[in-house]
């Protein structure tokens, strides 16, 4: 499976939205669509929530990303991280090269009411 780059304007931010597996297969097409676009003129976010899977290459891949931002004098912001691949990037220390934004939590579902006595609600 290949991963898909979809760019839009968000709040003044370049957001990079990523789907699929960061693998030796999707590295080299992710890097080719996302280091031109990386520029100290604005934020670039990468908006990871449709990706569940990251290797040793798609790890390279955003170590590129993060030097080509800091040759730049920019950041990136890695958004949205599913806690497969949070628990990857946190275990080799990728979590500490970039800005992370907070998934808001999840919403909770408000609590059953109690059964009622006597059968009938």
Do not use: H, K, W
Not at 60 to 73: F, N, P, T
Not at 99 to 108: G, H, L, T, W, Y
């Amino acid at each position: 499976m290949s991963a898909r780059v979809s760019p839009r304007e968000e709040a003044g931010a370049l957001v990079l939205a990523v789907a699929g597996e960061l693998d030796a297969n999707s590295a080299p097409e992710l890097l080719a669509e996302i280091l031109p676009q990386i520029t100290a003129e604005r934020p670039t976010r990468l908006d990871l929530a449709r990706v569940g899977f990251v290797s040793s290459a798609g790890l390279r891949a955003l170590l590129l990303a993060y030097r080509r931002a800091r040759l730049l004098g920019a950041r990136i912001t890695l958004t949205g991280i599913q806690p497969d691949v949070e628990f990857v990037m946190a275990a080799t220390g990728f979590l500490d090269l970039f800005d992370i934004e907070e998934r808001p939590p999840a919403p909770q579902r408000p609590a059953a009411p109690p059964p009622r006595e006597g059968g009938r609600p």
